[in-house]
Nanobody, 121 residues
Framework: EVQLVESGGGLVQPGGSLRLSCAAS????????MTWVRQAPGKGLEWVSA????????NYVDSVKGRFTISRDNAKNTLYLQMNSLKPEDTAVYYC??????????????WGQGTQVTVSS
């Protein structure tokens, strides 16, 4: 059974930091690019960041560049998102996604259940 389990979300004040993790199982993690997608309250999906299967290539949406860092540990089958200098507009449910190195949601193979990140004072 394929599983992507996100953790690390929570309530944080503006300017604070969080580190999201995504534990993968049931598929060959190292064969897949991994992506973080978020959904703010009342809004559609937003692609946030992606990392290729080997962890060499990364990409970010402009709004998080310089604040967020995506990484992966293929030995531990785990994806990470380090989020610094958080802003209220970062409030969203964050999803871990496995699939091609692409921004096309329909191309993704597996989705996690999501973890809530709330940035508020």
């Amino acid at each position: 059974e394929v599983q992507l389990v996100e953790s690390g979300g929570g309530l944080v004040q503006p300017g604070g930091s969080l580190r999201l993790s995504c534990a993968a199982s049931g598929f060959i993690f190292s064969n897949y690019a991994m992506t973080w997608v978020r959904q703010a309250p009342g809004k559609g999906l937003e692609w946030v960041s992606a990392i290729n299967s080997g962890g060499v290539s990364t990409n970010y949406v402009d709004s998080v560049k310089g604040r967020f860092t995506i990484s992966r540990d293929n030995a531990k089958n785990t994806l990470y998102l380090q989020m610094n200098s958080l802003k209220p507009e970062d409030t969203a449910v964050y999803y871990c996604v496995a699939g091609p190195y692409s921004r096309t949601y329909s191309a993704y193979d597996y989705w996690g259940q999501g973890t809530q990140v709330t940035v508020s004072s």
